[in-house]
């Protein structure tokens, strides 16, 4: 190595001395690592080509043993996992040159290509250091590795008992195969070798020949009329095959198009709009679809189901003892009616000497008739009261007092028929009796003395009515004090009334059977009471209320699940209802809503689904083929661009087969099918050199002093599991020690920079080929990965990486550049925040750009792509064949806001957790892995996290991968679904995001999702500025609005098909 070149590799050591000086915390493990290389540098060390070039810009690789070395390697290519010519590209650049840059944005291939190279490199008997600034992404790339190698691949990702427990796994199967007969071993692969050369010639002699089976000459065939050549049709074919190939069916040349142009486009609008799930629904539900009750009337049967199931269990008890006919049409309300007032009345005498009464009563028929006659009789003195008040009614009338009444009626009596005799009193009559001088004298009509016969009946009638009051009083004092009634004392118009009430609630007791409890009977028919009842208490009327009730609720209740079971039973057999019959079964009012939206859509739809089957048996007439293609096709949202133009497909094929049977179509079609054969049998040959390749060229290279040192360093390990204290940290330096003699037999060690300096010194071999995978995350300080190796691959997307510092930072950086790497090319570069990715792409010689998306539909990648990637990824259609979900781009708008103080929406949170719980009851979701990814700050993701610990069972969570995080701690990760949560919200002021970082961040976390993106917002398009990437994402998903973003599932089929 020149001098010059020499010195400024030791200026950039100095410099990097000097950097890690600037921090105190720095390990010495790096201290100790560079002044290791300075004194390799010193000493005139063997420096790798990829360390040399990085200050020689004029350097070239001349190493001719290299080249030779790597002749093979170049030319036989062995990749074992599926590939691209990009990736394939890798290996032949790595053989002919030092150094090989791999650029490859989200998605495209970067751990799988690695896993492919280690492949490759191991069939071929190199070693392989394979690193990375974190471990994270070489965990990911150890379960990419086929397992038959994958013990050959030591990892040390993780602590040093860990790391021993990864390492041991590799070492217990490379011991075990130290005993393999190498020979014989050999002699398979050399075997397997020449099978793959000549399946490859062989293939290279297929092409050739299909090609030459495809040329026609200047023959000349008739169509519609016209001549055209072969070859002018050959080219015309060629030249619309991708757009109008899509007929497969065999039509006839002469044979015209089933349907108009217009019509087939009306086809392919109706399927791609309805599904086929749809189109059998509507079959098989046939009438019922209009005939099935509303999903209210359902709903509110359900409701009142389960209203009378609460108390179910009491209505039943309150009749347990009652013999009841359910088929009886009792008139409750006319019973509770019964019941209600014999209940109200017993309660109103209650503590009431009417109680008193009832008492009596109960004991015998002798007390019933004394009151009876009692209660006629005061009736009778009552009316004849009335009678008699109603008639003298507005007369003012006075009589003597302190007379016995019954005396005065009986000489009043005789003074009346006086009057009525004679219309007067004579002075005669007075002389003769005496006793009614006082009496004349002193009764008073009106305030006059009487001296009509009028005033005569007036009196007369109002001393009756006084006679008939005092015989009232007596009847009644003397039949109801006994039974603790108060004594009437006086006769008035209240105490008239008091007694009517008094006697006809006297006139119920003593006929209570016949008007009370016979009726109740009665309207009760068909109830038999197996226990005795007594009639005359409360308590009976009560619970007889509450028996009547649980009659009419049990019923009810029986009659409502008998009408759900008919419904059942009546649409269970029937397809289409299922979620219907579920819902009713189990009385889900939610699903049942749910369930019922499908019926509605098909009564929306069912004109188009009629007019769709019409169409769908024209073509299928002819074109079987084509119809399973169309209810196939899975890009439903491009199908009318697609398979636009049917008249010219017609004759597009209606040409191919013209084409076909002239230049033999069964030479053509076995030659393709013989292209597969070998190529199939290629990938197999691949796998099982690379398998024994791999295991051959390891056990081979382990010598008798590797072998001891293994088996040593098997027994460490074992001690050390069952030691502790200094016994296992004595243990642990003994299989450190065994480790460095058997390191060289191992041939892909995977771990990260951090681990590489401890574990690997300078002085030992160097490396074949060092991979630094996420190199875009490592900067210059990876020259210590690159010093290790012969050659290089450094796998990384700088767009990827936000190198962010303080300007006082940049300042003390800068000074150390100055002052150290003065005359060094680009040493302005040699900076902390430029990757080694970076730097690579300015001195190694060859660039591999990765451009084909292998992870995400091409309508989540979309917006990546565009927005940071200026439309350079090549995005995969029909990538996944497993059915697709309904939308690969969703937004949910939340009435969230956000906190005041923290970076958290709770609401946005809570629904994003709703959703995800959705997902992960949603049989279309089965197998499917999550990730949640907040767009501001940790804060949202942690409460998302906590929520879903809340909502989902371990064993979910870890099934699936769900992990919550921010864009960084998705860097080279991915997830079948993932869940954006935006968090802003218009109740706290936000600033638009803008900078470069904001824009990778955005673009980071839009690359996560292989087949669905979910986006969860709080604010409008309109709260955005419009050059915010916020508004950018937002506006990107919204525009997959529901209708164009729906897809049909590949399991359905066209009844027609």
Not at 29 to 44: N, P, R
Not at 737 to 744: A, I, P, T, V, W
Not at 843 to 871: C, D, H, Q, T, W
Not at 956 to 983: T, Y
Request: charged share 30%; glycine share 4%.
């Amino acid at each position: 190595m020149p001098m010059d070149a020499r010195e400024k590799l030791l200026r950039v050591v100095s410099y990097l001395i000097s950097i890690r000086e600037l921090n105190p915390k720095a390990g010495k493990a790096w201290s100790k690592e560079l002044e290791q290389i300075a004194t390799k540098i010193d000493h005139g060390g063997y420096m790798p080509p990829s360390i040399q070039a990085l200050v020689d810009e004029s350097y070239v690789d001349e190493d001719k043993v290299n080249v030779e070395e790597w002749e093979n390697t170049a030319q036989n290519i062995l990749y074992p996992l599926s590939y691209s010519n990009e990736q394939r590209e890798i290996a032949r650049r790595l053989a002919e040159s030092f150094g090989v840059v791999v650029e490859g944005p989200p998605g495209t291939g970067k751990s799988h290509s690695i896993a492919n190279l280690i492949c490759h490199l191991l069939a071929h008997g190199k070693r392989i250091l394979v690193t990375s600034e974190n471990d994270k992404p070489l965990r990911v790339l150890l379960n990419k590795i086929p397992e038959p190698i994958r013990p050959l691949c030591a990892s040390i990702t993780k602590s040093d008992i860990e790391a021993l427990k990864e390492l041991d796994n590799s070492i217990n199967k490379i011991v075990e195969s130290l005993d393999i007969n190498l020979e014989s071993l050999d002699m398979h692969i050399k075997s397997i070798s020449e099978s793959l050369e000549e399946c490859r010639r062989k293939q290279q002699l297929l092409q050739q020949n299909l090609k030459e089976a495809g040329t026609t000459g200047d023959k000349e065939i008739k169509y519609c009329g016209k001549k055209y050549k072969l070859s002018s049709v050959k080219v015309w074919l060629e030249e619309n095959e991708k757009q109008y190939s899509w007929i497969e069916d065999d039509i006839k040349p002469t044979q015209k198009p089933l349907i108009t142009d217009a019509k087939f486009s009306r086809l392919v609008y109706l399927i791609s709009n309805i599904s086929k799930d749809e189109i059998s629904q509507f079959d098989a539900m046939g009438g019922l679809l209009y005939n099935i009750p509303p999903c209210d009337e359902l709903i509110a049967k359900i409701q009142r189901m389960m209203d009378i199931r609460k108390s179910y269990r009491g209505y039943q008890k309150a009749v347990k003892d009652w013999c009841i006919s359910y088929n009886s049409d009792y008139d409750y309300d006319y019973i509770m009616k019964l019941l209600e007032n014999a209940q109200r009345f017993l309660e109103d005498i209650k503590e009431t000497w009417l109680q008193n009464i009832l008492e009596g009563t109960r004991k015998g028929e002798t007390a019933k008739l004394v009151l009876q006659q009692t209660i006629l009789k005061s009736n009778y003195y009552i009316k004849k009261i009335g009678s008699i008040v109603k008639e003298i009614s507005g007369h003012n009338i006075q009589i003597p007092k302190g007379m016995d009444i019954y005396l005065l009626a009986n000489d009043f009596d005789i003074i009346y028929k006086q009057y009525e005799q004679k219309g007067k009193v004579s002075r005669l009559f007075r002389i003769f009796h005496s006793q009614c001088q006082s009496i004349l004298e002193k009764c008073l009509v009106d305030g006059k003395a009487v001296e009509t016969k009028e005033q005569a009946k007036i009196a007369k009638l109002y001393i009756e009515q006084c006679s008939i009051e005092e015989s009232l009083k007596k009847l009644w004092n003397n039949s109801m004090i006994e039974y603790g009634a108060q004594e009437v004392g006086s006769i008035n118009l209240n105490t008239l009334t008091d007694l009517e009430d008094y006697i006809n609630k006297i006139d119920v007791i003593i006929n209570w059977d016949k008007r009370i409890k016979e009726r109740i009977i009665d309207s009760m028919r068909k109830i038999v009471f197996l226990n005795e009842i007594d009639w005359y208490s409360v308590e009976t009327y009560s619970n007889l209320q509450y028996g009547v009730l649980s009659i009419k609720y049990i019923s009810e209740y029986e009659n409502l699940k008998s009408y759900i079971n008919n419904i059942e039973k009546l649409i269970s057999n029937i397809g289409g209802f299922e979620e219907i019959v579920i819902a009713l079964h189990k009385m889900d009012i939610l699903s049942l809503r749910q369930s019922y939206k499908k019926v509605h859509r098909l009564k929306e739809i069912a004109p188009n689904i009629r007019e769709l089957e019409y169409l769908l048996e024209k073509v299928n007439k002819d074109c079987p083929k084509l119809v399973q293609r169309l209810i196939n096709e899975r890009d439903k949202l491009n199908m009318l661009i697609k398979y636009k133009n049917f008249s010219i497909a017609w004759s597009w094929r209606q040409l191919h087969n013209v084409l076909n049977e002239e230049i033999g179509e069964f030479q053509i079609e076995n030659i393709k099918k013989e292209i597969e054969l070998e190529e199939e049998k290629e990938v197999y040959l691949v796998k099982s050199l690379v398998k024994k390749g791999a295991w051959f060229n390891t056990i081979s290279k382990i010598g008798e002093s590797e072998k001891r040192s293994l088996y040593a360093w098997k027994e460490a390990v074992r001690r050390i599991e069952k030691s502790s204290g200094k016994n296992k940290s004595s243990y642990m330096k003994l299989a450190k020690k065994e480790m460095k003699n058997f390191k060289d037999a191992i041939p892909v060690w995977i771990m990260p920079i951090s681990k590489v300096i401890e574990n690997f010194n300078l002085s030992e071999k160097p490396f074949d080929v060092v991979i630094i995978d996420e190199g875009s995350e490592s900067n210059i300080f990876a020259i210590s990965a690159l010093i290790r190796a012969k050659k290089a691959v450094i796998v990384g997307d700088d767009k990827q990486v936000n190198h962010e510092a303080s300007e006082s930072s940049r300042r003390e950086v800068q000074n150390l550049i100055d002052k150290h790497l003065n005359g060094i090319p680009h040493s302005e570069w040699f900076d902390m925040w430029t990757s080694i990715h970076s730097t690579a792409l300015r001195v190694f010689p060859a660039r591999v750009m990765l451009r084909e998306n292998f992870r995400s539909v091409p309508e989540i990648i979309g917006f990546s792509n565009k927005l940071y990637y200026s439309n350079q990824i090549v995005p995969i259609t029909n990538l996944f064949n497993n059915g697709v979900l309904e939308g690969a781009v969703k937004t949910v708008k939340v009435e969230g806001e956000r906190d005041k103080v923290r970076t958290i929406n709770i609401k946005e949170a809570e629904s994003l957790v709703d959703k995800i719980s959705e997902c992960c009851n949603d049989p279309k979701y089965k197998g499917m892995t999550m990730g949640v990814i907040s767009l501001l700050g940790d804060a949202q993701s942690e409460i998302i996290e906590s929520l879903i610990k809340q909502r989902l069972e371990e064993k979910e969570i870890s099934s699936r991968k769900l992990i919550c995080g921010n864009p960084n701690s998705f860097q080279g990760d991915e997830r079948d679904i993932i869940f954006l949560s935006m968090v802003i919200a218009n109740n706290v002021k936000f600033a638009a995001l803008t900078r470069e970082g904001d824009i990778r961040r955005f673009a980071l976390a839009a690359s996560r999702a292989r087949k669905q993106m979910w986006l969860f917002h709080s604010v409008e398009l309109q709260d955005l500025k419009a050059d915010c990437v916020r508004a950018n994402l937002l506006r990107y998903c919204m525009s997959f609005n529901e209708e164009s973003n729906k897809n049909i599932n590949l399991k359905n089929i066209y009844k027609i098909a």
